[in-house]
């Protein structure tokens, strides 16, 4: 068999997706997604294999090595296949379409996907994960093969009217789902709380978290949490939803899916305790959570939440942000062919670093012991080392060590740092270099509420620096474009990307002051609103109305690891309402609630992001203008960054500007003043950090 290196490249060399790259040598002979691939499909009478991952997938890169890369399973492909090879990440339509088929036909779904189409592009057949042999209770893939190439040669009728049947069913369904959770009953406190208990029921209450192994981060739930205490602090027993938020925070953050060296989160623990991560590190995980740690910070002040925030934006700007500012996807669970090498520690490795006393230290600190914690049965040599975890206190150690526990937080600080420098020595985990914009929106949010909270200016001049690149890089002609890499910006943008990218450029209005981010904001929202709704059934699409017409358009309304395309714009939606005096804004907002009504209690995890939009119609209406110089405002706007007001409509500015909140309101005398409204009466302008928390607080 040829090195990969010594064969030719295949068509997707031309392609600038990482994950798309990685198999440009194959010897399969890929496609990307197109109609080129079809018309050979129709022309040669040969169905289509087409094969949905991502660059950070452990498994994707399993089943590659194992039969992609393989000469006979290719051969096989080749003869009786088009074979066609899509990043999810850069065609999320593509992705969710051909998901809902997978999911429908087997019962489950995941990546690596793989799915058997007529030259048409309906399925017929579908799995994810094949290896090249039996094993695992899987068939191997080479009999797949076999299998669907003599179908389609024998049974052809059969498999054609079977796909016809998946796709009419698959059609019904989409449209059944999308009403069924309809309702035009008010949103009420009852069904927040009755969607918190919902949550309560399958909370952790030793780990934190929800449900069971694997255990996901859920920030969008967690987000959640911190909303309802706000909005019902000193209402019965409304203390427990903030319990469950920092129990889960504290734990993930002491635990091995938090990265202890270098910041930042792990996709997922592969246990209940948040000890063993899937080492993949994506950037919408990690902008999410940093965001909802800035939150908790905001209403306990505990040092650790303001740390882990830091750490976490900090990370993503050390390895995760282009020159031009622009954040890549995601890093890999892999190096050197094996996941979590990169992240592993013994004892010896430490001490070769530290010498011995150092890391006889640093190991009882973060857990490293010569048993190990983990364990690969894929690869017996890593048996032995440990993943980090910080699960002990300073005074367990100090007592330990016959020293003061103020000692062990310096030297741990300072061991820290010299075992991050000897980790970049080792061979890093793959980068996926692409730029979203939905979720670049995503790290912008939490960039500007960073750095309104805790008064950091580079985290804001990243913020700025964002939404430079995105506009002059992926804005044109009215829309967004969805991906960037090696200067070159492609794919129309879906509904996610013009309401996440929305979102961070309120926030970073909210931080900065800067109406033209709020302006951009609007025009986002007006394009979404335009090209994305749906005039008949209500709701928005996931792609445009002009975009290519897939076998399903739908409508997405289930938060993944990324807020649901539709509660993402009715966030936007309310805020913009608010902020413009639209009311029919933020009724597109109670019509995206009453389109999932049913479901918000039923699967609150699922529906967290629009039970944020129930929380803020359900808060306060309570507006904040703060007028003056920037350097005059300081005072006042670091004041208001103390208090955690979810729903708090902010507005700094020089002066009176075109927004309502604003009209009239001018600085006098180079002094800030701070106006105080809510429900529509306001108070007399507060000059003072002392008078404006009297008035948000009131008294």
Same mark, same amino acid.
């Given at each position: 068999m040829a090195g990969s290196d010594e064969r030719p490249p295949n068509?997707?060399?031309?392609?600038?997706?990482?994950?798309?790259?990685?198999?440009?040598?194959?010897?399969?002979?890929?496609?990307?997604?197109g109609e080129e691939a079809f018309a050979r499909a129709r022309a040669e009478d040969r169905p289509v294999l087409l094969s949905v991952g991502y660059s950070s997938c452990h498994w994707c890169h399993v089943m590659a090595h194992e039969c992609f890369e393989n000469e006979r399973i290719a051969a096989l492909m080749n003869a009786w296949f088009v074979n066609i090879k899509v990043d999810r990440e850069e065609r999320p339509d593509v992705d969710s379409t051909y998901m809902t088929a997978v999911q429908a036909l087997t019962g489950q779904g995941g990546w690596p996907m793989t799915v058997f189409l007529t030259p048409d592009r309906e399925p017929f057949y579908a799995g994810t994960y094949f290896p090249p042999d039996e094993r695992f209770g899987r068939p191997g893939f080479p009999r797949v093969l076999e299998t669907l190439h003599a179908a389609w040669l024998q049974e052809r009728e059969r498999l054609l009217s079977s796909a016809?049947?998946?796709?009419?069913?698959?059609?019904?369904?989409?449209?059944?789902?999308?009403?069924?959770?309809?309702?035009?009953?008010?949103?009420?406190?009852?069904?927040?709380?009755?969607?918190?208990?919902h949550l309560r029921e399958s909370f952790d209450p030793a780990w934190g978290g929800f449900g069971g192994a694997p255990k996901f981060p859920a920030p969008a739930t967690l987000g959640l949490l911190l909303m309802h205490h706000a909005r019902t602090q000193g209402l019965g027993d409304e203390p427990r939803a903030l319990e469950m938020a920092l129990l889960t925070l504290?734990?993930?953050?002491?635990?091995?899916?938090?990265?202890?060296?270098?910041?930042?989160?792990?996709?997922?623990?592969?246990d209940e305790r948040w000890l063993v991560p899937h080492f993949e590190k994506m950037l919408y995980d990690n902008a999410q959570l940093a965001?909802?740690?800035?939150h908790a910070w905001q209403i306990t002040g505990e040092a650790?939440?303001?740390?882990?925030?830091?750490?976490?934006?900090?990370?993503?700007?050390?390895?995760?942000?282009?020159?031009?500012?622009?954040?890549?996807?995601?890093?890999?669970?892999d190096s050197e062919g094996v996941e979590?090498?990169?992240?592993?520690?013994?004892?010896?490795?430490?001490?070769?670093?530290?010498?011995?006393?150092?890391?006889a230290l640093f190991c009882a600190w973060f857990g490293v012991t010569a048993e190990g914690n983990f364990r690969?049965?894929?690869?017996?040599?890593?048996?032995?080392?440990?993943?980090?975890?910080?699960?002990?206190?300073?005074?367990?150690?100090?007592?330990?060590?016959?020293?003061?526990? #103020?000692?062990?937080?310096?030297?741990? +600080?300072? @061991?820290?740092?010299?075992?991050?420098?000897?980790? =970049?020595?080792?061979? &890093?985990p793959g980068l996926d270099d692409k730029v979203l914009t939905g979720w670049n929106g995503l790290a912008m949010s939490a960039l500007a509420e960073a750095g309104r909270v805790l008064r950091e200016p580079r985290y804001l001049d990243a913020a700025r620096q964002n939404a430079a690149f995105v506009r002059q890089a992926l804005w044109r002609d009215g829309r967004l474009l969805h991906a960037f890499r090696d200067g070159v910006a492609k794919i129309d943008g879906v509904l996610d990307d013009y309401a996440c990218y929305g979102l961070g450029l309120v926030d970073l209005f909210r931080a900065t002051g800067e109406v033209e981010h709020l302006d951009w904001a609007r025009d986002l929202f007006e394009a979404l609103l335009a090209r994305f709704s749906d005039p008949v059934g209500g709701?928005?699409? #996931?792609?445009?109305?002009?975009?290519? +017409?897939? @076998?399903?358009?739908?409508?997405?309304?289930?938060? =993944?690891?990324?807020? &649901?395309?539709?509660?993402?714009?009715?966030?936007?939606?309310?805020?913009?309402?608010?902020?413009?005096?639209?009311?029919?804004?933020?009724g597109v907002a109670t019509a995206a609630l009453r389109r999932v009504r049913a479901h918000l209690t039923s699967a609150p995890t699922g529906f967290a992001t629009m039970l944020q939009v129930a929380e803020l119609q359900l808060a306060p209406r309570q507006e904040l203008a703060i007028v003056g110089s920037p350097a005059a405002r300081q005072p006042l706007e670091a004041e208001a960054a103390r208090h955690y007001l979810p729903w708090l409509l902010l507005a700094p500015a020089d002066g009176g500007g075109h927004l309502p909140l604003l009209e009239g309101r001018d600085p006098t005398d180079g002094r800030a003043l701070a106006y105080v409204c809510e429900d529509m009466v306001c108070a007399l302008p507060a000059e003072t950090p002392e008078g404006l928390r009297a008035q948000i607080l009131k008294g």
């Open positions: 068509r997707l060399a031309g392609e600038t997706s990482p994950y798309l790259l990685q198999h440009a040598r194959n010897p399969v002979d890929w496609y990307p997604w016809a049947e998946i796709v009419a069913h698959l059609r019904s369904a989409t449209a059944r789902m999308e009403s069924a959770g309809a309702s035009d009953a008010p949103v009420t406190p009852a069904l927040a709380q009755e969607a918190v208990d504290r734990r993930m953050a002491t635990g091995g899916m938090y990265d202890q060296l270098g910041g930042g989160f792990a996709r997922y623990s592969v965001l909802v740690y800035v650790a939440h303001e740390r882990v925030a830091r750490e976490t934006l900090d990370y993503l700007l050390r390895e995760m942000c282009s020159p031009a500012g622009g954040f890549f996807s995601a890093q890999d669970a979590g090498k990169y992240y592993l520690w013994t004892p010896a490795e430490a001490e070769v670093v530290l010498g011995r006393e150092d890391a690969d049965p894929h690869h017996p040599e890593l048996g032995g080392r440990s993943v980090l975890t910080a699960w002990r206190t300073p005074a367990e150690v100090a007592r330990e060590y016959g020293i003061a526990p #103020e000692e062990v937080a310096t030297r741990i +600080a300072e @061991l820290r740092a010299r075992m991050l420098a000897a980790r =970049g020595e080792r061979i &890093a709701g928005f699409f #996931e792609t445009a109305g002009d975009a290519e +017409a897939l @076998l399903l358009r739908q409508k997405p309304s289930y938060d =993944g690891p990324t807020p &649901a395309g539709n509660s993402a714009a009715g966030l936007l939606a309310w805020w913009l309402g608010r902020y413009y005096g639209q009311p029919e804004w933020e």
